[in-house]
């Protein structure tokens, strides 16, 4: 992923909220015939020093993603909010028109190696570490404890733990930042003012980012 230096997200704490908030990610590995993809909730784990070292997961038993999975090379990506930058949003476009269409968004892209467990009987990280991440805001948070653990072994038959050991990180915040603040500000209006729900929720994404 490109990243200018106007739009990096560098910060720990911040990226891994990011990653909390979008949990989500397309994870691609090379297949014998091309790139192979598969759609996954993932948790971060992280180090002492806060750093993303490790994404915990897992998918169908039936899906044949995993089979080319166990030691390749992954690239896992996280999408957050995004929304078309109209140029008439930019308060500058009366004064000289030098100005045109853009996207904002936000993105994250982790890589390193990943991990299959197929072992039915050591899938209760690769379950309870999603769950308890989903649950937690939840008034009642459900745990695997909740079911019967009859029903609960057999659903943990039918799929396989993915393991990413996180090699590098790129964040990136590309949220009008580079702009001055009457066209950062006008953006921001434009975007929250929007009937559509990912244009507001990059409103509030851009908001957040001039705290």
Known sequence: MYVPPAFAHDDPDGIAAFLAAHPLA???VNGPEGPVAAHVPLVAVRDAQGAVVELVGHVARANPFW???DGAQALAV????????????????ALHHKVVPTWNYEAAELRGLLAVEADPARMDRFVDLP???MEAARPRPWATSDAPAAYVGAMKRGIVGLSLAVTAVRAKRKLSQNKDADDFHGVLSDLAA??????????TAMAELAR
């Not at 996280?78 to 476009?93: E, L, M, T």
């Open 67 to 69: 089979e080319l999975a």
């Open 194 to 203: 929007s009937t559509d729900p990912g244009a507001r929720a990059t409103a």
């Open 78 to 93: 996280f999408r957050g909010a995004d929304a078309y930058v109209s140029p008439s949003a930019y308060p500058s476009k």
């Open 131 to 133: 769950t308890a991440m």
């Open 26 to 28: 397309l994870v691609c």
